[in-house]
């Protein structure tokens, strides 16, 4: 092995791995070299692009730290830049996972784009190119994403799917002859997909037995194949301004400590994985106290003030989630006794009557009176905006909120169960119908929406003051 990569200067070494579109292994080179590095002995703090779970789960799991979410559409500019200087001031190197294409964005001009975060950060590509049946043409490819946008800095090329050496040396020299940028490593073809997928992409760490090895298998293909060295000397950049926002209380905009006292209980599993830790941070700044829950093995629900669900996969775990009958029982009782209760997404679908999943009916907590029939496609899928036409437990009447959305479910009303009705608009999105959004029942808000705490910076506080408000008359 290599003696370990040094940062001797302090400097911050920062890159953004990019490629031309999904799944062309942006995801593989972004996780080999982050584990590679990170078993160098450097401090590592990795970034996804957009609203992604699991594959900031899967670079959380490759540096052995948080990893941090920057979405330009859902947050504004300072905020992106603060995170990232927050978040990378102990860091050796700051690896920033670009998403879909390197330009695409929500629109002609590339807004939310890979590219114009990587400008916005001053972290340069590392493009990754797929070079299946191809060779010169590599060379073409490159040049015209070096020349459609000349601001745009690139420190090197990392060549995905090469069949052997003679194919990675004709790219390798039509690549540094007709671009001048560096290739800087190769991933050769492999027969089988190294890491466990599913119709999301990857398979959700929490559900993979030993995620730390899986990572560690691909880091061995970045100490044979890539030059670490190179890329981190080459991404190396000054260290972040001074001026910088210099706590997570300033960027999340946060009083500490208000809430103290409350207890939260928090459903995190193998069925319910999806949250970004700036909530739970957020949360924990205010003073709530996070208990942890496991639907699967928990027999009921402890003394809690409230209670936030985040997304998952409840359609894979159904068969558990059904056969821990207590557990449903027991938070039954609790919505119906008006526990304030956060969900979305999986956790949305958990409050419903009951999940069809493989051709069988799983019995769900029964609050809500949907059933959710699985899809093959996505139901719903991508940004959204959501406008309060009335009251919710925990927003009122007229406020907007900015998430996003990705589910294979579609609801289906059951009319003769349960009472409630929705709070929002669907201005942007898909939600339960492409209109309704935000199912309301005593203190419980069920929604499709993924909201992140830097882009929706009050909810934290709506939600812990609704929690407080519950408390307070003895709910």
Not at 168 to 186: Q, S
Not at 229 to 242: D, F, P
Not at 397 to 405: D, L, S, T, W
């Amino acid at each position: 092995m290599r003696k370990n990569v040094e940062n001797k200067d302090k400097k911050l070494a920062t890159f953004t791995i990019a490629a031309l579109s999904g799944g062309s292994g942006k995801t593989i080179a972004s996780l080999s070299i982050t584990r590679a590095l990170k078993n160098r002995g450097l401090n590592i703090t990795s970034f996804k692009k957009g609203p992604d779970y699991i594959d900031a789960a899967w670079l959380a799991a490759a540096s052995g730290n948080k990893c941090y979410n920057l979405d330009p559409f859902l947050m504004n500019e300072s905020t992106i830049r603060a995170s990232f200087n927050l978040r990378a001031k102990k860091a050796d190197v700051a690896i920033v996972e670009g998403n879909r294409g390197l330009f695409d964005g929500m629109d002609i001009k590339g807004s939310a784009s890979t590219a114009k975060l990587s400008k916005m950060l001053n972290s340069p590509v590392l493009l990754v190119v797929d070079c299946t049946k191809s060779t010169r043409t590599v060379a073409a490819t490159v040049l015209g994403c070096m020349r459609f946008d000349p601001s745009l800095d690139f420190i090197g090329v990392i060549l995905n799917r090469i069949s052997g050496p003679r194919h990675r040396k004709i790219v390798t020299e039509a690549v540094e002859a007709y671009t001048d940028l560096p290739v800087l490593g190769f991933f050769p073809r492999l027969k089988k997909d190294p890491l466990p997928m599913r119709h999301l992409g990857l398979t959700p760490a929490d559900e993979f037995s030993a995620p730390s090895e899986a990572v560690d298998e691909l880091a061995k293909l970045a100490e044979k194949h890539v030059d670490l060295e190179r890329i981190v000397r080459l991404g190396t950049r000054n260290k972040t301004h001074s001026k910088s926002i210099s706590s997570v209380e300033k960027l999340l905009n946060i009083n500490p400590g208000i809430y103290q006292g409350l207890k939260i209980g928090i459903i995190k599993d193998s069925a319910f994985q999806f949250y970004y830790p700036e909530n739970l941070e957020a949360l924990e700044l205010l003073g709530a106290q996070l208990i942890f829950l496991n639907a699967l093995t928990d027999s009921s629900i402890p003394p809690i003030d409230g209670l936030y669900i985040g997304g998952g996969f409840p359609e894979t775990q159904a068969e558990a989630l059904m056969a821990n009958e207590s557990f449903r029982k027991s938070l039954l009782t609790q919505i119906q006794n008006g526990l304030p209760v956060y969900a979305e997404c999986g956790g949305l679908m958990y409050l419903g009557q009951s999940i069809d999943w493989e051709k069988k009916r799983y019995q769900m907590v029964g609050a809500t009176p949907f059933c959710f029939e699985m899809k093959r496609k996505p139901a719903g899928h991508g940004y959204t905006v959501l406008k309060f036409d009335s009251d919710s437990p925990f927003y009122d009447k007229g406020a907007v909120i900015k998430g996003h959305e990705f589910h294979y479910s579609k609801p289906v009303l059951n009319k003769k169960t349960g009472k409630g009705g929705f709070s929002c608009k669907v201005l942007r999105g898909t939600g339960f119908d492409g209109e309704s959004e935000g199912f309301v029942y005593r203190n419980t808000f069920s929604t499709y929406t993924h909201i992140h705490a830097l882009g929706q910076k009050e909810w934290p506080k709506v939600f812990l003051n609704k929690v407080a408000e519950g408390k307070r008359a003895g709910n």
